[in-house]
Structures are given as C-alpha cells and as structure tokens.
C-alpha cells in the first residue's frame, strides 16, 4: 500500500518561499506519476505540478510557472514542491498524489498535463500553506 506524507506547509507573507516534501513508500514500481495538486474553500481541485518519475518532464499550472518547481530525491523517495514568490490566491491545502500504473499515467500526464487530477490513486493527507497580503 502506497503511503503519502506532506510537510512543510505554513503561513508566510506575499511574496515568500515554502518547500513542500511528499515522503513516499510502499511504491513497488520502477516508475510512476507523482504530482501536487490543491484545493481551496468552495473551489474545485486544481493541479499544481506533476512529474512521470522515469522521465525529466515536468508539468505546471500555468498559474504557477515560473514560480513553483517540482523535484523528486530518488534516494529518499521523496517529491518537493518549492514554492517562490507566494501569492494570496496560492492558499489552499496542498496534496501529494500518486500514481502507480507507470504507462497509463504517463499518457494521461501527456494529454491534460496537471488537469488529470482524477488519475491519481493515492494522496496524502494535505499541508495547509496561507500566504497574507
């Protein structure tokens, strides 16, 4: 059983940094989708950033490029989400998602990028992140 565990949410100012990490385990694939995705009150989840884990392409929301970036530690297991230049409207609960059929992911990241939220089989329990004006 896959297992998703978030840290490094918080409450920063406009303008701030955070780095959120998703430590994995129990994944028994070589390679598999891995990605962020957040949701706010009343709102709809929203992809944030995704990765296929045997590959160096990396998806965003276009509300967050150039902004945010997604990396993973092979070594650790471990997904980062690094978050530059904070914004209100970033504030939401954040989840580390996962999913572990390597080559239907893949084609799922291929063709809606980080709008496939649904493909995700697994999810952690989510890090509030609040940014201030």
């Known amino acids: 059983q896959v297992q998703l565990v978030e840290s490094g949410g918080g409450s920063v100012q406009a303008g701030g940094s955070l780095r959120l990490s998703c430590a994995a385990s129990?994944?028994?694939?070589?390679?598999?989708?891995m990605g962020w995705f957040r949701q706010a009150p009343g709102k709809e989840r929203e992809g944030v950033a995704a990765?296929?884990?045997?590959?160096?392409?990396?998806y965003y929301a276009d509300s967050v490029k150039g902004r945010f970036t997604i990396s993973q530690d092979n070594a650790k297991n471990t997904l980062y989400l690094q978050m530059n230049g904070l914004k209100p409207e970033d504030t939401a609960v954040y989840y580390c998602?996962?999913?572990?059929?390597?080559?239907?992911?893949?084609?799922?990241?291929?063709?809606?990028?980080?709008?496939?939220?649904?493909?995700?089989?697994?999810r952690g329990q989510g890090t509030q992140v609040t940014v201030s004006s």
């Open positions: 998602a996962a999913n572990d059929e390597a080559m239907k992911c893949l084609t799922v990241l291929q063709a809606l990028g980080v709008a496939g939220v649904s493909m995700y089989n697994y």
């Open positions: 129990g994944v028994t694939g070589s390679s598999y989708c």
């Open positions: 990765i296929h884990t045997g590959g160096n392409m990396a």
